[in-house]
């Protein structure tokens, strides 16, 4: 009996792991990175207590500054990652500009409408490495935040590993 079920047991999981790459290639190519499942930096910091931010400056949105931001440590004076967003009156993004900061510089977070052009203006600060990956958008985020935790995202390795562990047991059941 166990015989004459092989061959569908087989053929079940073959479609199976057709299906996984077929859905995990859709998952590699979407255009929505994982910001959050940033990886610190292995290059030796320049000094005790450096960091490094999102840096860019004036790019047309979020996406675009946190994918192609120069992976530079910060300098000596600064403490935070600041950032600065401006937008339509419709809330569409204007231009993102992300870079080390004083404290001094961080003193202007909040969210501003320039009288002049009718775009508002949204800053916020944040401590810590690589923290300032999303944008202000109102008075709720464009805050100053001390943030001290490390980013991992176990729930991808665990994908990647289930990934592998479906492989290896058709291949040795083929």
């Not at 004459?4 to 073959?14: E, N, Q």
């Not at 077929?22 to 960091?51: E, M």
């Amino acid at each position: 009996m166990w015989s004459s079920s092989m061959p569908l047991l087989c053929h079940m999981l073959a479609v199976a792991l057709i299906q996984i790459f077929i859905i995990s290639g859709h998952w590699i190519l979407a255009k929505n990175i994982n910001f959050y499942n940033v990886r610190l930096p292995v290059d030796p910091s320049p000094f005790p207590s450096s960091f490094k931010c999102f840096t860019c400056d004036n790019v047309v949105d979020n996406y675009n500054c946190n994918r192609w931001a120069e992976d530079k440590w910060c300098p000596r004076n600064t403490q935070y990652c600041l950032t600065v967003h401006h937008f339509t009156s419709h809330g569409m993004s204007a231009s993102v500009t992300k870079k080390c900061a004083t404290k001094e510089e961080c003193h202007f977070v909040g969210c501003r409408r320039h009288r002049e052009t009718g775009h508002m203006e949204c800053v916020s600060c944040c401590e810590g490495m690589i923290c300032n990956i999303d944008l202000p958008t109102n008075h709720t985020n464009a805050i100053f935040a001390v943030v001290h935790a490390q980013r991992t995202s176990s729930s991808s390795r665990k994908a990647v590993s289930m990934l592998l562990l479906v492989s290896v047991i058709t291949v040795y059941l083929l």
